[in-house]
Nanobody, 122 residues
Framework: QVQLVESGGGSVQAGGSLSLSCAAPGRTLPSHAMGWFRQAPGKEREFVAVVSWSGSNTNYAYSAKGRFTISRGAKNTVHLQMDSLKPEDTAVYYC????????????????WGQGTQVTVSS
């Protein structure tokens, strides 16, 4: 069983920044892409961003482009730098991993973290 552990959530005012990280402690996920989804209260879970195993390919949701940056650290870690945050970015953010897939279909990601809360106040 693969465990993904998120860190870095919190509260910030609109226009501020937060950085999220995710790791798979004690595991190596060869060739696995890693990324993020989010779910706001009363809304469907939605894709945010994903990065390939090598770090050379990324995919962003339209809402994240230009404000969020996803990157790989060590091969089983991923980071999400979120700038210019808006109240509508408030959600629980989930780390995901999948073998090679870098699309936005949540059903293609077999591994999910427990989530970390991000709250942006106006």
């Amino acid at each position: 069983q693969v465990q993904l552990v998120e860190s870095g959530g919190g509260s910030v005012q609109a226009g501020g920044s937060l950085s999220l990280s995710c790791a798979a402690p004690g595991r190596t996920l060869p060739s696995h892409a890693m990324g993020w989804f989010r779910q706001a209260p009363g809304k469907e879970r939605e894709f945010v961003a994903v990065v390939s195993w090598s770090g050379s390919n990324t995919n962003y949701a339209y809402s994240a482009k230009g404000r969020f940056t996803i990157s790989r650290g060590a091969k089983n870690t991923v980071h999400l730098q979120m700038d210019s945050l808006k109240p509508e970015d408030t959600a629980v953010y989930y780390c995901v991993a999948a073998s090679t897939y870098i699309g936005s279909n949540s059903t293609k990601y077999p591994y999910w973290g427990q989530g970390t809360q991000v709250t942006v106040s106006s």
